[in-house]
C-alpha cells in the first residue's frame, strides 16, 4: 500500500506566557488529513538539527497562520499595532523555507505564511492595511472563520487559478498585515477588491509554491476551491515522494 505523503506544518508559540507552548489549529491538521495526507508538527521550538531532520522527511511544507512577523526582518520600525511577534517562530520558518525550496518541497503558505514567505526571500509588507496603504475593506472580519466575506480576483491560467479552477474566490480575511513589495522569484496573483495582495506563487512553474492570504482551512468544508487548493498540494507533495496516487 503506498504510503501518504508527509507535510510539515509550522505552528504558533505562545507569546509572554508561561510555561511556553506550541500550538497549531486544528482545522489545518483536518484539511491535510482530508486531502490525503500525515500533517507533522515543526514547533518553534526545534533546535536547527532536529529541523534539519524532519525537514529531510517530509514531502511538503505547510507555513501557516499566526502572529506577526517581526518588522526588523525587512528594516522597518514596528507599527503600534504589531503584534505577537516570535523571534524562534520567525527563525524556524525561515530556515524551513530555505530547507524546503533546496529541496524543491511543495509549499502552500496560508495568511501569516504568505508573509513571512514574502520575508524570507527578500520582500516586505505593510505592516496594517488600515493606515498603510490605507483601506475602507475589512480585513480582520467579525464573522465567523468559515464565512466568506470578500472576493479576490486572480490571474486567469496562473497555477493558483488553476488549481482552484476558478479566476475569482470567496474567501474569509483575518490580517492586518499584507504583502508590499513582492520579493524577487514570486509573482503576484490575485486581489482583493481594494487592490491588496492576497495571493502570490513562484514564477518558476517547474515549483509548486502557493501563498494565499486568506484561510482556506477554516472554507473546506463548503468551499470546493479550497478543497482543490489542498488537494492539489498533497498532490504535488506525492508525486514529490514519487508515490503515486492511491
Partial sequence: MASRPVIGVTTSITVGKAPEGAYVNSAYLGSVQQAGGVPLPLPPQLSGTALESLMSRVDGLLLTGGGDVDPALFGEAPHPTVHEVAPARDSLEMSAIRLGLERSLPILAICRGIQVL?????????????????????????????????????????RLARVLGADEVEVNSMHHQAVKDVAPGLVAVGWAPDQVIEAVESEDAARFVLAVQWHPEELVGHSEPARRLFAGFVDAARRSQGTPAP
Avoid: F, I, W
Avoid at 496603504?133 to 470578500?150: A, K, V
Fill in 118 to 158: 514574502n520575508v524570507a526571500l527578500g520582500g516586505s509588507l505593510y505592516q496594517d492595511v488600515g493606515s498603510d496603504p490605507g483601506t475602507q475593506l475589512r480585513h480582520s472580519q467579525g464573522e465567523p472563520r468559515d464565512h466568506p466575506t470578500h472576493k479576490v480576483k486572480l490571474v486567469p491560467g496562473s
